[in-house]
């Protein structure tokens, strides 16, 4: 399994390197940053893998747009995620326009990359994350297809959190692994999900406002809004919201409210070390021993053991 890119058309090396097979890694895992510094073009590049699993987060400034040469030999799913700036693939004779990839937008690619032109246009930041088929069907038990190809989709609002999380964590070693590994199942399921998603019944304007109320309960998490409140807020009547929220998501209003609550939570008891009383009022809890019952409830664990520890 190997990746190389290359300057276009001189084929010039940037960056190779060959990997053991399906990622196996000799530690927890494995990561490397690196720094290309060109005329033209400034790299930045950080790839962590483990078994079965490639995360690449890279960052290309350029003055006047640039050509790159990038071929693989690795049998994947590839998530593209474009957080900045514009990418244009083509064939590897750039004679044949493939795709464009803006800013905020994804793309699942299937199978054998093989070779690529990647053309940056100016500045570009993305994430891309590989799986490899055994890891896929390990973790599924179904093949590749059952994920559906999005061109140019939009990034949802929840894998614009799931992104943000990925970069923001602090952890290290085994923890970082099983961290990763954990979002990564997020992920997964999030696309299976989004695939077999019986949303026949809800109109594109229908989505995009019960989207907006799913921003506005993650962005009142002290003061939640009732369901009534929330159907007003977005321009949705109640009933829509209500199974169209959980048609869309896998949650019901309030089950999706409890869980960001208890997610956070858990952040600020552990990585934080706030105080239980703290973490209450900040995430919505008037009664400290209301939000005790409900974190033991979802963690199996007293939140004032998790400080501690």
């Known amino acids: 399994m190997k990746i190389r890119l290359s300057e276009y058309p001189s084929r010039n090396t940037i960056f190779h390197h060959s990997y053991t097979n399906n990622f196996e890694a000799i530690a927890d895992l494995e990561e490397i940053d690196h720094e290309v510094q060109e005329d033209r073009y400034h790299i930045l590049w950080n790839e962590q893998w483990f078994d079965g699993i490639h995360i690449s987060a890279v960052e290309i400034t350029t003055a006047k747009g640039v050509d ?19 990418i244009n693939l083509y064939d590897a004779s750039k004679t044949n326009h493939l795709l464009s990839i803006h800013q905020n937008k994804q793309y699942i690619s299937i199978g054998q990359p093989g070779t690529l032109v990647i053309n940056v246009v100016e500045n570009a930041t993305y994430i891309y994350i590989q799986l490899t088929e055994s890891y896929f069907k390990k973790i599924t038990n179904r093949e590749f297809t059952h994920l559906a190809k999005f061109e140019q989709d939009g990034i949802a609002p929840e894998i614009n959190l799931w992104l943000k999380s990925l970069s923001s964590h602090r952890y290290h070693g085994r923890m970082k692994r099983i961290f990763l590994e954990s ?6 399921i999030f696309y299976l999900h989004k695939r077999n998603v019986p949303s026949l019944f809800l109109k594109e304007d229908d989505v995009r406002k019960i989207m907006l109320a799913k921003q506005l309960v993650e962005n009142n998490l002290q003061r939640p809004s009732s369901l009534i409140e929330l159907s007003r807020q977005a321009g949705i009547n109640d009933f829509k919201l209500k199974k169209g929220f959980k048609a869309l998501t896998g949650h019901t209003v309030f089950g999706y409210l409890y869980k960001l609550r208890m997610e956070k939570a858990h952040y600020l008891l552990l990585q934080e070390k706030k105080t239980v009383n703290e973490v209450a009022f900040l995430v919505g809890y008037k009664n400290a021993q209301h939000f005790i019952t409900a974190f033991k409830k979802k963690y199996e664990i007293s939140p004032g053991s ?3 520890n």
């Open 306 to 308: 998790l400080n501690k």
């Open 68 to 86: 790159f040469y990038y071929e693989s030999s690795i049998e994947r799913i590839g998530f593209f995620f474009c957080l900045n700036g514009k």
């Open 183 to 188: 979002k990564i199942f997020e992920l997964i």
